[in-house]
């Protein structure tokens, strides 16, 4: 009886694999030439070919102590590239979760060894999905991460926090096993969801919104594994995974962005029915294009995690179709954006569909189990986003949304250490020893 193979050339290994090789073409000569004269400028490259070629063996591993040999070499590389480009600061909540993570996915594989233990299994991969995506509690070691350099950034999260993703789908069948994993699975997606939301909304610097939308991101990616909803996830992967690297990539040029803005025509003023009509413009399309599209491929339905997968969609596409309305000067501009929004939020339906039969991933009623609590938990979150946003939007100074706020930079803001001991004299006492002039005086 001949063995298993050692890797895996199933279209979704080959679509992870597309990914991650796109996000090393990009960000590796990137490295080499932004690193030039750094004195760990090679090292840091290096390290980051390691990142990224464990995250394509991960991508491609059939047997799963490959993929936690995978996991931890890239864990180990990532650590590396954090040391080197960061400093300490960059590893200090980094090299605890990880390693939390690596210890998880090493017992699942023992569990799935042993046998008979698919809870188990199922749960400690959750775990390290989840600390891999960055989701809290564990998000703080991606936000210490902005003490690394640009290339680095990029690198983590365009590929390996997508390693979380990577990781549940290529163990799908463990996973379905189990409803309290997935049911613990979509806790911690909804969390982060929510959580990360909150903190890119008070974040101020380019690079600090970037990371906390990715714990955001990462865990819509999450619940909609849990949801079953796989195409769609897969499909999130692939593109966030690219659009996030670009971003980072390009963060250095935000400063000449803003005064670009400064410098352009300031928008034109208009009325209250104005605005309605462009926002409608740029709105209904997106919707009306996203639900034809659903009728067409999805003639019978395919129940209650599509219909809410397709609610965000049209949410999404419809609020940014408005506000790009609302910024071009003249109605027939304002068209263009709205026939712009129907192309995507159809290709979005189309390409999810499309992935669906040519992944060959399993429908999310069988991935659920039959189980209501992702889907409950999913609802919950998306309900939280939406009171949030008609909080800022009615009463953006009120107390509730003061709280809001400052929930967002207890999350946002990385840790720092206390520059006195406990007992020392508090800064405000040795003012006037430090204070040249007060001493004199």
């Known amino acids: 009886m001949p063995s298993a193979p050692l890797l895996s050339l199933e279209p979704l290994s080959v679509l992870l694999l597309v990914l991650v090789g796109g996000i090393a073409l990009a960000v590796l000569p990137y490295a080499h030439r932004s690193l030039r004269g750094d004195r760990h400028g090679v090292a840091v490259t290096v390290a980051l070919a390691g990142m990224l070629s464990a995250t394509a063996l991960l991508a491609v591993a059939a047997r799963p102590w490959l993929v936690a040999l995978a996991w931890s070499a890239a864990t180990l590389a990532t650590l590396t590239a ?81 390693g979380g993703g990577i990781l549940l789908l290529s163990q799908l069948p463990v996973l379905q096993r189990s409803p309290l994993a997935l049911a613990l699975l979509a806790a911690l997606a909804a969390v982060a969801v929510v959580a990360g939301t909150i903190g890119a909304l008070v974040r101020t610097d380019v690079k600090g919104r970037l990371v906390l939308s990715t714990v955001a991101q990462m865990g819509f990616m999450l619940l909609c594994i849990a949801l079953g909803l796989h195409a769609a996830a897969a499909l999130h992967l692939v593109a966030h995974g690219f659009y996030k690297s670009a971003l980072f990539l390009g963060s250095s040029d935000g400063i000449d962005r803003r005064a670009a803005d400064r410098r352009a025509p300031a928008p034109i003023r208009l009325s209250t029915a104005g605005r309605r009509g462009r926002m409608l413009v740029g709105a209904l399309p997106a919707v009306l294009a996203l639900v034809v599209t659903a009728l067409a491929l999805y003639p019978g339905g395919r129940g209650l995690p599509e219909a809410l997968l397709l609610l965000v969609a049209a949410t999404a596409i419809a609020t940014a179709g408005s506000r790009a309305a609302l910024a071009v000067r003249s109605l027939p501009h304002a068209l263009g954006v709205g026939a712009l929004a129907a192309l995507a939020a159809a290709a979005f339906a189309a390409l999810t569909s499309a992935l669906s039969g040519a992944l060959a991933l399993p429908s999310g009623d069988a991935a659920i189990g039959g189980s209501t609590v992702p889907l409950v938990l999913a609802a919950l979150a998306l309900s939280a986003l939406a009171a949030i946003a008609a909080v800022r939007g009615t009463a953006p100074t009120g107390r509730l949304a003061l709280r809001i706020l400052a929930f967002g930079h207890r999350l946002g803001g990385p840790r720092t250490r206390r520059p006195h001991r406990p007992g020392a004299a508090r800064p405000a006492r040795t003012a006037r020893a430090l204070d040249p002039i007060g001493a004199s005086a």
């Open 82 to 162: 954090l040391r080197l480009g960061g400093g300490p600061s960059a590893v200090r909540r980094a090299l605890p979760w990880l390693l939390v993570g690596d210890l998880a996915l090493w017992g699942a594989v023992a569990a799935i060894a042993a046998g008979g233990r698919a809870d188990l299994a199922a749960v400690l991969l959750v775990v390290a999905a989840g600390i891999r995506c960055a989701a809290p509690p564990a998000h703080g070691w991606l936000v210490d991460s902005l003490h690394a350099p640009t290339p680095v950034s990029a690198a983590l999260h365009g590929g390996i926090v997508n």
